[in-house]
């Protein structure tokens, strides 16, 4: 009797740690959280011109470190995890930007957007290069600024939807301005992803993107100061 009850308490035990119960996604959020925060500490360090990309190199591991906590979750079907996931995922993109590792960037913004605005990725896809690899912007701006709109709208519903899903859990404050936060960093995945086309010449997709990004800030305004009125 004995036995099976220490068996019992352990299976309990396992039952809390395992990869989809609350407390282990609590835990893999706070710790996405606290490297986002070391991250961004380490971004902002001076080091040797030896080693001058020492300090985001770590601020990388910890971002990285955090994704394959949150990763299980994710794959079990949970929203919350997946959006952190994308959080962290853009933050990569940033920081391989910033040491020159142009490629790798374009691999974790594109799945960061993958997770939060997916249509956004089809579209740019789906714009043919030329033979030098190369895109050119529409023959009147018309076009891209049509394309743009609808981009807008559809990121617009997508907001909306996320915001409800994260404000039925806790209709707080501090909930509230992470949904700000959310969709500033959609706007800075888009940008940067906008930037890296146009430094490679497919004007087409930056152009889009970065008009895009410039929409997506005017309707968070628009939205902000409608809310506060």
Same mark, same amino acid.
């Given at each position: ?5 220490? /068996? ?6 396992? !039952? ?6 609350? +407390?282990?996604?609590?835990? !893999?959020?706070?710790? !996405? ?12 360090? $001076? ?6 990309? &020492? ?7 910890? $971002? ?22 994308? &959080? ?15 490629? &790798? ?7 960061? $957007?993958?997770?939060?605005?997916? /249509? ?31 981009? !807008?709208?559809?990121? #617009? ?5 996320? #915001?409800? /899903? ?15 936060? *959310? ?5 800075? +995945? ?29 309707? *968070?305004?628009?939205?902000? &100061? #409608?809310?506060?009125?």
């Amino acid at each position: 009797m004995a036995t099976l009850e220490l /068996r019992d308490e352990v299976d309990a035990t396992h !039952a809390d740690e395992s990869p989809s119960s609350p +407390a282990s996604l609590a835990a !893999a959020i706070k710790e !996405a959280r606290d490297a986002i925060e070391r991250s961004e500490e380490l971004n902002k360090r $001076l080091d040797p011109e030896e080693e001058p990309f &020492r300090s985001k190199y770590l601020g990388r591991e910890a $971002l990285k470190h955090a994704i394959t906590k949150l990763e299980p979750h994710a794959e079990a079907g949970s929203d919350h995890a997946s959006s952190w996931v994308a &959080r962290l995922e853009w933050r990569m993109g940033a920081v391989c930007q910033d040491v020159e590792e142009t490629g &790798r960037s374009v691999v974790h913004l594109s799945k960061a $957007l993958q997770i939060w605005r997916p /249509r956004i990725l089809d579209y740019v896809q789906s714009l043919p290069l030329d033979q030098q690899g190369k895109s050119t912007a529409g023959e009147c701006d018309d076009e891209e600024d049509m394309t743009v709109a609808e981009l !807008a709208a559809y990121c #617009a519903k997508q907001a909306r939807k996320q #915001a409800k /899903r994260g404000l039925s859990i806790e209709s707080s404050e501090s909930s509230k301005l992470e949904v700000v936060e *959310l969709e500033l960093e959609v706007v800075e +995945a888009v940008s940067l992803l906008g930037i890296y086309h146009h430094n490679f010449e497919h004007h087409r997709q930056g152009l889009v993107l970065l008009k895009l990004a410039e929409a997506l800030i005017t309707g *968070l305004e628009t939205n902000l &100061r #409608a809310a506060s009125a």
